[in-house]
């Protein structure tokens, strides 16, 4: 069994920072790619930034240059860094894995959810 274990969420004010976490623990193999994700309500979800096994990156348009992804292979960690949030930013997070379990199955967890809202 895999879980993923999220944290970080909170209330912040317009332009403050906030960093998500999600870890994954259980029977796994390997982690492939891992994601954040964001559903705001009412709004289809939608990714917000993905780093291969090798460390690439890629951030959807809304969030460049104010969010920085990063994992820790050791930890099979995955952060989102977030600065200079804005209230658009508020949304449900997921953090999505990609795995190959120990019994070689390949299959992708999602995270229960960390809850962001910036407001002041």
Same mark, same amino acid.
């Given at each position: 069994?895999?879980?993923?274990?999220?944290?970080?969420?909170?209330?912040?004010?317009?332009?403050?920072?906030?960093?998500?976490s999600c870890a994954a623990s259980g029977s796994i193999l390997s982690i492939h790619h891992m994601y954040w994700y964001r559903q705001a309500p009412g709004k289809r979800r939608e990714l917000v930034a993905g780093i291969t096994s090798?460390?690439?990156?890629?951030?959807?348009?809304?969030?460049?240059?104010?969010?920085?992804?990063?994992?820790?292979?050791?930890?099979?960690?995955?952060?989102?860094?977030?600065?200079?949030?804005?209230?658009?930013?508020?949304?449900?997070?997921?953090?999505?894995?990609?795995?190959?379990?120990?019994? &070689?199955?390949?299959?992708?967890? &999602?995270?229960?959810?960390?809850?962001?809202?910036?407001?002041?």
């Amino acid at each position: 069994q895999v879980q993923l274990v999220e944290s970080g969420g909170g209330l912040v004010q317009p332009g403050g920072s906030l960093r998500l976490s999600c870890a994954a623990s259980g029977s796994i193999l390997s982690i492939h790619h891992m994601y954040w994700y964001r559903q705001a309500p009412g709004k289809r979800r939608e990714l917000v930034a993905g780093i291969t096994s090798g460390g690439a990156t890629n951030y959807a348009d809304s969030v460049k240059g104010r969010f920085t992804i990063s994992r820790d292979n050791a930890k099979n960690a995955v952060y989102l860094q977030m600065n200079s949030l804005k209230p658009e930013d508020t949304a449900v997070y997921y953090c999505n894995v990609e795995t190959t379990r120990s019994d &070689w199955v390949p299959y992708d967890y &999602w995270g229960q959810g960390t809850q962001v809202t910036v407001s002041s």
